[in-house]
């Protein structure tokens, strides 16, 4: 997904900067319904982790990108490889464990990576994946370009000790790294504010000197802006920023959680005042950008292109008992 940069002013932007949003949101949503699907059919095993309701956050920032920029994140990651472009097909692939998956159908949902794409994976042990983060903007440091390392995990991960070793350690060395803290307020289970202590985590970079904000996950607009000041921060070689990006996720922790911990109302109020997608929409449609055929155009592509991928994963063949013995190993 390449960076879309609008023609007009600040406050009139482009109509096809907008659709562009609005169908690489749109595709996340479609895909992850489509796995749901497919993990209750059985075709997915092990834990599957929906970004149904955050799509606003990747899409927003991934605008701000550009080739070289790296890409890591937790174990709900599925629309952070779509927003870098990956293939559907091969993103599907993966998740039922099929030989043409992006790790040959050995990694599952958790674990699939894309050089090429510059994405360094989903990661399952919780804030693992911000110490690796600020390695790959240590390698962008090191070779003096201006690459930018976007490290994402959530509000449960920034409680984790491993975090602030890696805050000092950017700091420090004033590394290019964007910390992201994809805020849906409920970790796994427990709501922020019986987890933590200081409500604004964006702040928890102070002691270390970082910068930070708050953004209204809920927009991708806002998102997008708060994410090309922080590129820029980093960029200009003053090292780390922390974006604290309050989203909210609609599915449980993972296809296994029932989320009795909050209401359906709860969930119900936000779907309907707060969705990033209906809320793009509403913009495109109330300002002229587009008529409701072509938004009707758009969802019949993205639901033939995830039918697609849906095709592609179950025709693929599961990996020869060869692969057990295949990339354990890397000589130098």
Known sequence: MAARKSTRGKNAPDPQELLGYYRDMLLIRRFEEKAGQLYGMGLIGGFCHLYIGQEAVVVGLQANCKDGDQVITTYRDHGHMLACGMDPKGVMAELTGRAG????????????????????????????????????????????????????????????????????????????????????????????????????????????????????????LKVKAAGAKAMAHCRAGKGPYILEVKTYRYRGHSMSDPAKYRTREEVSKMREERDPIDGLRKQILDGGHADEDAIKEIDKEIRAVVNDAAAFAQESPEPDVSELYTDILAEA
């Open 101 to 220: 998956g992006y790790s040959k159908g050995k990694g599952g949902s958790m674990h699939m990576f894309s050089k090429e794409k510059e994405f360094y994976g989903g990661h399952g042990i919780v804030g693992a994946n911000v110490p690796l983060g600020a390695g790959l903007a240590f390698t962008n440091k090191y070779r003096g370009n201006d690459h930018v390392s976007m490290t994402y995990f959530g509000d449960g991960a920034s409680n984790q000790g491993q975090v602030y070793e890696t805050f000092n350690m950017a700091a420090l060395w004033k590394l290019p790294v964007i910390f992201v803290i994809e805020n849906n307020q409920y970790a796994m289970g427990t709501a922020q504010k019986r987890s933590t202590s200081t409500p604004a985590l964006y702040t928890r970079g102070e002691a270390f000197g970082i910068p930070g904000e708050e953004v209204d996950g809920m927009d991708v």
